[in-house]
């Protein structure tokens, strides 16, 4: 079956570095996306991971094996405004999604 | 930057109503794409279309659901007979190929059935 599993919810500082871990299962791999979601919008795109490492954007960065079926989102120097719902998804010709991970961050 | 229209924002109809939902997609891309998001509940997909005809769809997209894109720029969801449980947000996305590089998603349609 197809299967993606991140923490339901993480609290973090202000200022501070939070990851946010996936694992997945699925019959097919095209590719891992996150994406950030505020309450009553629209998912919007982070990044994309196909082959194993580390991609950096930013304060952004997403982590893939491909071996072990995991993934991870890492935030830097956390804003107010990055609370919200970071979403995993596995590309199999279609997005396959995780129920996402609420970020709750404290002054 | 391109970007994924979709009207209306809002639609509240009344069960047993049809609605259609619209979307633009991003001028280039090929594939494109319908989610549903129950309130507090995973994004979930519903059916990707590809050269004028369905290439995948989901269990949920039973024979309620129909998508057409009528002309060269129109992608639109059409639900026949709305129930209760069709209450959610509906996302539009468009690709250029499938599984690279994202998908750019619209703002959204929230359907209200009442």
């Known amino acids: 079956g197809q299967n993606i599993d991140q923490p339901t919810e993480m609290t973090a500082t202000e200022g501070a570095i939070v990851q946010i871990n996936c694992t997945y299962q699925?019959?097919?791999?095209?590719?891992l996306f996150w994406y950030q979601q505020h309450a009553g919008e629209a998912p919007t795109f982070l990044s994309y991971n196909v082959l194993d490492g580390l991609e950096e954007k930013g304060r952004f960065s997403s982590f893939l094996s491909r071996s072990k079926g995991y993934s991870y989102l890492l935030l830097k120097e956390l804003q107010m405004k990055d609370s919200a719902s970071y979403l995993c998804a596995v590309s199999d010709y279609q997005l396959i999604w995780g129920a996402g991970t609420k970020l709750i961050i404290k002054p | 930057e391109p970007e994924v229209t979709q009207t209306p924002s809002h639609q509240v109809t009344q069960m047993g109503q049809e609605v259609i939902l619209r979307c633009v997609p991003i001028s280039n891309h090929l594939y494109f794409y319908w989610y549903r998001q129950i309130l507090g509940q995973k994004v979930e997909f519903l059916v990707s279309?590809?050269?004028?005809?369905?290439?995948?769809k989901s269990e949920i997209f039973d024979d309620q659901f129909s998508v057409e894109r009528p002309d060269g720029s129109n992608f639109t969801l059409k639900i026949r007979s709305t129930k209760l449980e069709d209450s959610a947000m509906y996302f539009c996305?468009?690709?250029?190929?499938?599984?690279?590089?994202?998908?750019?998603f619209g703002s959204g349609t929230r359907l209200t059935v009442v």
């Open positions: 279309f590809y050269n004028n005809e369905i290439s995948e």
């Open positions: 996305a468009s690709s250029a190929s499938t599984g690279i590089y994202g998908y750019t």
């Open positions: 699925t019959s097919g791999f095209n590719g």
